[in-house]
């Protein structure tokens, strides 16, 4: 049970993750971060190794590229540098990953990064309604750090958005479920 704050809490953590880091290394394995952090360690310590990784891919394209990490970020634009053949897909009012470690901020710096680049808005939705477009869009609108667009649909208004809150998450699912019947 962790009740310290401050210093102490944080030598506790820097001394579990250096046990855990060891015990990764003694039985000669690594975690999911280290299938890219390991890659990119070595791209950057071995020159040779990456050039030969350029040379197999000519072209690289990275879907929800709103949701990378830093590792991911980082062996993207090593392995794109040389060709500069980099296609990205993405929408900075939708990343979800934070929780995993990844940075909207990679892709709002993107035209930074590589500043010969075409950047092409995909600003018609075809899924949703005008109403929840209209929704979205004052809401996105009160992001700081945001690359701005307009959305717009070809669909009607539609319904009316109907807002339902919940204490629990089981009267969630009957009142989803109500409503279905």
Known sequence: E????????DELVA????????ALLKNNAFDFDDLLEKVVRIFTRFPDVLKKHRARYDHILVDEYQDV????????????AEHKNL???????????????SD???FLRFDRDWP??????????YRST?????AATQIIKNNKQQRPKILWTKKENGELIKISGFAEADDEAYHII????
């Open 69 to 80: 990490n830093t590792s991911q970020y980082r062996l993207v634009n090593l392995l794109a």
């Open 116 to 125: 010969e680049a075409t950047i092409i808005k995909l600003e018609e939705n």
């Open 15 to 22: 001394t579990v993750f250096d046990r855990y880091e060891s």
């Open 104 to 106: 909207f901020r990679n």
């Open 87 to 101: 296609s990205v897909v993405g929408d900075d009012a939708q990343s979800i990953y934070a929780f995993r470690g």
């Open 130 to 134: 005008g109403n929840i477009l209209a």
């Open 2 to 9: 962790l009740k310290e704050t401050g210093d102490h809490v």
């Open 178 to 181: 109500s409503q279905i019947i």
